[in-house]
């Protein structure tokens, strides 16, 4: 695990039994423990799946989430943060609808909201299961703010309890915690500082080793200011732009004490790239860091594609890694 | 209970919206648009039903705007997918790509992409805008993207500076603008908020404003939003138009602009938080409707949300105009 460690960035797609399953289960028709159960088997499955294709370090699945920020904040079978619920819908474009959460009250921690479904993965594997929390920033930008005086009182207190949950995780045992923050770069000049602050509140002092996703959206304007997130690892979505992140890390190096997690397979598109077209993009980031600081992900969670697909795409991003590591006689 | 047409003195403020309204309400009222969309989409139903309810829509939106208490009303833009593509599509030389984020939210839009010379074939908005006011018991503005933003957010494959592509946008909008006028609108509003991100490129702007509103006649109006004009509210001034609309909510800084300076045009005084779920009080809104009339006077202040109200849910939506005009009431002496 110490050259090209392969592994994914989060959600993979739900199989029909337990979409089924959370429709009933929101219509009362069935128990949380009966849904609990079917989120189970699905986990069972993503672990079974990833430690055939061979992947690393394995993440859940998030079987038991709907929406990254939704799952905090009020979802049917979530865990519900203090202080936080659903509101009504609001579109996000053309015809696409979201309820999107309201802060009513002063954030608090309701007790351990991923620790069970977590201890259960890592229980079903030798491999080790990052913990996957959403980022203090984002949870708040991806909510409705009704109480706090200001943004930053806001994501400052969530950064509390995302701290609280992370000390759960890592009592638990976890030794990799995923921090998703794909607002980050929403306001880049006016509170990227924040941002960076916020994560240090949730992870500071912590013994673990911490990544963060930040996907999409406009990277060129927080690189390399994102390079002071106090994280060992940030991944990005390389493949579906292209890799031209590389320009901007051949502008700015790279932060000398992270590791970088490369997204090599867009999820955003059926089709599966060719080993080649991985091994490709491989070689490109080879040039600019060493095998062992480079982490090998898809761009985003794969919960959009189906499952056939997710499959493939994992296949040939191992298979590529495999090939590479040969040609280069890495270990 | 809405007001009569004309209501007031001349002396009174008016209320107003910015543009978009929600599309659908939650349960236990029916998702009429989504459905009619999806079910269009599946082949369920033609494109001509699903018109049918999208004037049923607009129809309903004008009157919870009318019922809210609202003097100018919108049609909602209902028939709209986002501020841009809805007029962007119907000109010559753009298509529509993928997916982008809308500023600092968490909405998306279509990107236009200019591929040719941009040219106005046939009028855009105003047979929505005659079916909205005839449905009306209030007056309907007309919404008009203002071309600066709809170049700035645009990819531009042909013409290699924003400039002439504002321009030119403004030329063959004025079709747009001078065809409503034809018609009898007497509002027209053109929504221009990208300025307020890029103020570098107030003299590109005030030329596309220039060449879009100069010598109408009509009221018109030209709204920003999401942050402070405080830096270029000298130049905006001087534009050819009647309104000018500023965010107070994500603008603080117009406090300041608009202090030490004689506001020779009306307000678009956006008070009321179009981003939040937080309803404000009457109170809140009589109080800042005061301290604004310190400096712009009662009689040239429209009082309206800081933006268009999609960014909330629709119940959210009419509280929030409700309590801006008993805020507004409240602000001119009149019992609520």
């Not at chain 1, 430690?51 to 370090?57: A, M, N, S």
């Not at chain 2, 494109?47 to 049918?52: S, V």
């Not at chain 2, 600092?104 to 855009?124: C, F, H, K, M, S």
């Not at chain 2, 494959?157 to 007497?186: M, N, P, W």
């Amino acid at each position: 695990m110490s050259a090209l460690t392969t592994t994914a960035v989060g959600s993979y797609a739900k199989p029909d039994y337990l979409t089924k399953a959370r429709t009933e289960f929101s219509q009362g028709k069935i128990s949380r423990e009966e849904l609990g159960k079917l989120e189970r088997r699905a986990t069972e499955f993503w672990i079974r799946t990833q430690e055939r294709i061979g992947l690393d370090v394995l993440v859940h699945g998030e079987m038991e989430r709907g929406d990254m920020v939704a799952y905090f904040a009020g979802e049917p079978g979530g865990r519900t943060i203090g202080g936080m619920k659903l509101g009504g819908l609001v579109r996000a474009y053309g015809n696409r609808y979201y309820h999107k959460p309201i802060i009513f009250d002063r954030l608090e921690w309701p007790g351990p909201m991923t620790v069970e479904m977590w201890r259960f993965s890592q229980s079903l594997t030798e491999r080790p299961v990052k913990g996957m929390l959403t980022g203090a920033y984002t949870m708040v930008e991806w909510s409705f703010d009704e109480h706090y005086p200001s943004r930053r009182d806001a994501v400052l207190d969530m950064a509390k309890v995302i701290r609280r949950e992370v000390e759960e995780l890592v009592q638990a045992g976890a030794k990799y915690i995923q921090i998703d923050e794909p607002a980050i770069h929403t306001r880049p000049h006016e509170d990227f500082d924040l941002a960076v602050e916020a994560m240090r509140v949730t992870v500071e002092g912590i013994d673990a080793e911490f990544h963060t996703h930040i996907c999409y959206g406009e990277v060129e304007k927080i690189y390399p200011d994102m390079l002071r997130l106090p994280v060992k690892q940030i991944h990005l979505a390389f493949k579906n732009t292209d890799f031209a992140y590389l320009k901007l890390m051949e502008e700015h190096a790279y932060d000398s004490d992270k590791d970088l997690g490369v997204g090599v397979t867009d999820v955003h598109t059926r089709f599966t790239e060719s080993v080649d077209e991985v091994k490709e993009g491989l070689r490109r980031v080879l040039k600019l860091l060493p095998p062992e600081r480079l982490w090998i992900l898809p761009d985003c969670g794969l919960k959009t594609r189906t499952v056939e697909e997710s499959e493939a795409k994992l296949q040939v991003m191992v298979d590529a890694v495999r090939e590479i590591k040969r040609e280069l006689e890495i270990e | 209970m809405p007001q009569p047409s004309g209501c007031g003195s001349v002396k009174d403020m008016q209320t107003t919206v910015v543009g978009n309204y929600p599309k659908i309400p939650n349960r236990p009222r029916p998702a009429r648009l989504r459905q009619a969309l999806n079910r269009r989409d599946r082949g369920e139903i033609t494109n001509e039903e699903l018109a049918g309810v999208e004037d049923e829509v607009t129809i309903e939106v004008i009157n919870e705007q009318a019922q809210a208490g609202v003097d100018i009303v919108s049609d909602g833009q209902v028939r709209w997918d986002d501020d841009q593509t809805y007029v962007m599509r119907r000109l010559q030389g753009v298509e529509i790509g993928g997916l982008q984020r809308y500023l600092d939210t968490n909405t998306y839009y279509r990107q236009p992409e200019i591929t040719g010379a941009v040219r106005w074939l046939e009028p855009v908005l105003v047979r929505h805008w005659q079916f909205a006011q005839e449905h009306s018991p209030q007056p309907v503005k007309a919404i008009v993207p203002g071309p600066y933003t709809l170049a700035a957010l645009s990819l531009d494959k042909h013409y290699g500076s924003r400039e002439k592509l504002s321009l030119a946008l403004a030329e063959q909008l004025r079709f747009e603008i001078d065809t409503l006028v034809a018609a009898g609108c007497r509002h027209i509003q053109v929504n221009d908020p990208v300025i307020v991100f890029n103020k570098e490129d107030i003299g590109i702007f005030a030329a596309a404003v220039r060449r879009l509103l100069q010598d109408v006649a009509a009221e018109t109006g030209l709204y920003t939003w999401f942050g402070d004009a405080s830096t270029i509210l000298e130049p905006l001034l001087e534009l050819p138009v009647d309104v000018i609309g500023l965010d107070f909510v994500a603008g603080p800084h117009n406090w300041t602009a608009l202090r030490g300076r004689r506001f020779e045009k009306k307000l678009g005084f956006g008070v009321v938080d179009g981003r939040n779920t937080r309803v404000e009080t009457p109170a809140e809104i009589a109080e800042a409707i005061k301290r604004v009339s310190d400096l712009v006077p009662p009689e040239r202040l429209y009082v309206n949300p800081s933006c268009g109200l999609e960014y909330v849910p629709r119940e959210v939506a009419f509280e929030k105009l409700k309590t801006m005009v008993e805020g507004a009431r409240r602000a001119q002496g009149v019992p609520a």
